[in-house]
């Protein structure tokens, strides 16, 4: 009883280091969202530096998560995951007292190629660590953490938003905390027993498989390991013992795996949701809120919605599988993306006109609605409020810096008097309360799903001599088209309207659907080992 007791205090301490990495990607992933508010007024960013500063850490994690893959195979799971956590402590030290937007973008740079390490390895190290009764809910628990870390960054930018001045610098500072406990915290764990097979140190895999599987089938489940490593090793002499992406692409199961895996992870980023996590605060401010404290607490809101709705994966996972848990998560999220863009179109039809010109002559003089006015980033709406109406409107040009007022005209004062608002890139509309509902449904359909199950699936569907590789490329192609939604997301707003830019999210969530009703397999219950079986069948039966 008491070996049981300490077997399982061993398993989830296992799995709760591994998961922090979760809680560090999904922390600097969530901080941006209340932080980019006030970093454009501090270092007066247009849209390309704002977007930049938001995806540079997306394109190094892409580069580093490629470098994950061989130093898992190299040193092992646990020094790669110990040499991630450094990297995740410093680059948020440099971000939170970066003096300027360059070296604040090198911050952001050290903290993509931590978290880009991190999100290879530890999803590998749970699924190769843990048993199979417990694989699919303590993978998913990497899930759990990572919208944890959003959720915790959300309500500490909220605590920090009233400090215009540094509320930003904790906000990104605080992200090195999780990443020194996961550094401490995985001196004391044990390497993954597949990666000690494979490094041919036996006795050591048997010694932790006992301690973690409390000398429950040990031998059995070594056997199994062993075999399926012997028979990857002829595949691997049968291809010529070429580079070990050359042999995967070369092999039809591993080929199929990664069409699979790769597949998944590319729809997570096309359907949207980093835009929603990165620009979360800020679509709520496009959508009419006014307050950037306000904005960052319905951005919490979100936040919780993520947070609270991964666990409803977390039950269903292992009852009614992955591919349905993907496909009705899928479906909820097409339809929520359709109806964030109703509600941005009809803030747009019903924009309010501008009534007064002729303050200037230049580019900002030529509009006739707020929507249209506020399209242009050098222009913002100003107009007074009387009893909820919009009267006296006009667009003017913003200043430079901050953009809190305009250059000249009835906004051009420091201190507004109650009823003269200066809107700088939103309208005042009845409808800002579908974009609040559009982004909570968007993150209920998500959460249980087309968030966990792609790492969840890609941890399981390799065979032991790919998998190190095989999640680099998966997790490779995620931060890849990461960096493509995130550096694009407000340029889109600018070119196809913002109704435009969710309707396309919809369409790409849609495509998304079909591959994976069409091509994702069921791996419930089965051995890692077990999982390959599935892709030798024909495309179309593996599922």
Known sequence: METTRFTAIYVYSMVLFASTGGFIFGYNTGTMSGAMIYIVNEFDLDTFWTELIVAVAASSAALSSFLAGHLNDLLGRKPTAIISS?????????????????????????????????TVTSPVYIAESTPLRLRGRVTTMYTVFLTMGQFVAAVISGVFSFNEQNGWRYML?????????????????????????????????RKVLSVIRDDQDVDKELETIQESLLETRREQSEHGNRNI?????????????????????????????????????????????????????????????????????LYLVEKIGRRSLIISSQAGVVFSLIALGIGFNLASVYSPDITQHGFSVDQCNKYQSCDACISNPYCGFC????????????????????????????????????????????????????????????????????????WTINSEIYPLWARSAGAAVATSTNWIFNLIISMTFLSLTLSITKYGAFYLYGCLAFLGLLFSIWLVPETKGKQLEEVQELFKKPWLKCC
């Open 86 to 118: 450094f990297i995740c402590t410093v680059g948020p030290i440099l971000s939170a007292v970066a003096p300027d937007r360059y070296s604040l973008l090198a911050g952001r740079i050290i903290v993509g190629a931590g978290i880009g390490m991190v």
């Open 245 to 313: 992406l050359v042999a995967m692409f070369k092999d039809p199961v591993v080929r199929k795996a990664l069409v699979v895996g790769c597949g998944l992870q590319m729809f997570q980023q096309i359907s949207g949701i980093n835009t929603v996590m990165y620009y979360s605060a800020t679509i709520i401010k496009m959508s009419g809120v006014r307050s950037d404290s306000s904005a960052v607490w319905l951005a919490a809101l979100t936040a919780a919605t993520n947070f609270l709705f991964t666990f409803v994966g």
């Open 173 to 205: 500072g605080l992200a090195g905390v999780p990443s020194v406990i996961q550094f401490i915290g995985f001196f004391f764990m044990p390497e993954s027993p597949r990666w000690l097979v494979i490094n041919d140190r036996h006795e050591q895999a």
């Open 383 to 454: 107009y007074t409020s009387d009893q909820g109406s919009v009267t006296n409107s006009s667009c003017l040009a913003a200043t430079n810096i901050s953009h809190e007022r305009s250059q000249y005209g009835p906004c051009n004062r420091t201190n507004l008097d109650a009823s003269q608002i200066w809107a700088y890139s939103y309208c005042p509309t009845p409808y800002s309360w579908m974009a609040v509902a559009g982004l909570v449904i968007y993150l209920a359909f998500f959460a249980p799903g087309m968030g966990p199950m792609p």
